[in-house]
């Protein structure tokens, strides 16, 4: 028994030493091709580490000047406000070029309606500006326009964006029967209101000036 352990322990040895043979050819053959690989996952992790850390620096960079343009704008600094957000739109990261292209819009209304009027609307057309920002340039540019423009080139506008799944639907809907009411339409005016009363997610406020509207209408010419 012994003998046969002995030798059992050498063939084991043999075994070994022949995979040891094996993986050091290996190596030799194949292992500068493994350091390499090693060596270019460290410079990718360390490379997006780094661009990580610069995208925040960068980030972080825009924050701050967003914000300060934001003072300047609730300062009554209006044309001091638009240089800066246009500096936010133009040079800052892409979630605040956005916000700071609607900001920009909207310190130019203070001193240049017509001028933010067509500020929105590039924005609205703006393929590269996500859906919901561009429906906000829409519906801003509505706000600016409600007091002038007439009903039709309202409705051009407005009714898009006043469909049952639209985001600010509400809104929209508002500004159609205010615009409406101005312009002595008070079958719109009945329309819009219809709406809006049967949209049970109408906010309270809304509801309660669009039935003021119709009610006003309802004295007056349809």
Same mark, same amino acid.
């Given at each position: 028994?012994?003998?046969?352990?002995?030798?059992?322990?050498?063939?084991?040895?043999?075994?070994?030493?022949?995979?040891?043979?094996?993986?050091?050819? #290996?190596?030799?053959?194949?292992?500068?091709?493994?350091?390499?690989?090693?060596? @270019?996952?460290?410079?990718?992790?360390?490379?997006?580490?780094?661009?990580?850390?610069?995208?925040?620096?960068?980030?972080?960079?825009?924050?701050?000047?967003?914000?300060? $343009?934001?003072?300047?704008?609730?300062?009554?600094?209006?044309?001091?406000?638009?240089?800066?957000?246009?500096?936010?739109?133009?040079? %800052?990261?892409?979630?605040?070029?956005?916000?700071?292209?609607?900001?920009?819009?909207?310190?130019?209304?203070?001193?240049?309606?017509?001028?933010?009027?067509?500020?929105?609307?590039? #924005?609205?057309?703006?393929?590269?500006?996500?859906?919901?920002?561009?429906? @906000?340039? $829409?519906?801003?540019?509505? @706000?600016?326009?409600?007091?002038?423009?007439?009903?039709?080139?309202?409705?051009?506008?407005?009714?898009?964006?006043?469909?049952?799944?639209?985001?600010?639907?509400?809104?929209?809907?508002?500004?159609?029967?205010? %615009?409406?009411?101005?312009? %002595?339409?008070?079958? $719109?005016?009945?329309?819009?209101?219809?709406?809006?009363?049967?949209?049970?997610?109408?906010?309270?406020?809304?509801?309660?000036?669009?039935?003021? @509207?119709?009610?006003?209408?309802?004295?007056?010419?349809?």
């Amino acid at each position: 028994m012994e003998a046969e352990a002995g030798v059992s322990d050498i063939f084991q040895e043999v075994d070994e030493e022949v995979r040891r043979e094996r993986l050091q050819k #290996l190596w030799d053959q194949y292992g500068h091709y493994a350091i390499a690989a090693c060596v @270019l996952i460290v410079i990718a992790v360390a490379g997006w580490r780094g661009y990580q850390w610069w995208e925040a620096k960068q980030a972080a960079e825009t924050s701050v000047k967003f914000d300060a $343009a934001a003072q300047l704008a609730d300062s009554d600094k209006h044309v001091e406000a638009k240089k800066a957000f246009e500096e936010v739109a133009r040079d %800052g990261t892409a979630g605040y070029r956005d916000l700071a292209r609607l900001r920009e819009a909207a310190a130019l209304a203070e001193t240049d309606p017509k001028g933010a009027v067509a500020v929105y609307d590039a #924005l609205a057309a703006d393929s590269r500006f996500g859906q919901p920002l561009r429906d @906000l340039a $829409a519906i801003r540019a509505g @706000l600016l326009l409600v007091d002038s423009a007439s009903y039709d080139e309202l409705k051009r506008r407005l009714e898009p964006l006043s469909g049952a799944s639209a985001p600010f639907r509400h809104t929209a809907r508002e500004l159609l029967a205010l %615009g409406a009411w101005r312009n %002595g339409n008070g079958a $719109a005016v009945r329309q819009w209101a219809d709406m809006v009363g049967s949209d049970i997610e109408t906010p309270a406020d809304i509801r309660s000036r669009v039935d003021v @509207l119709a009610t006003l209408a309802a004295g007056g010419k349809s």
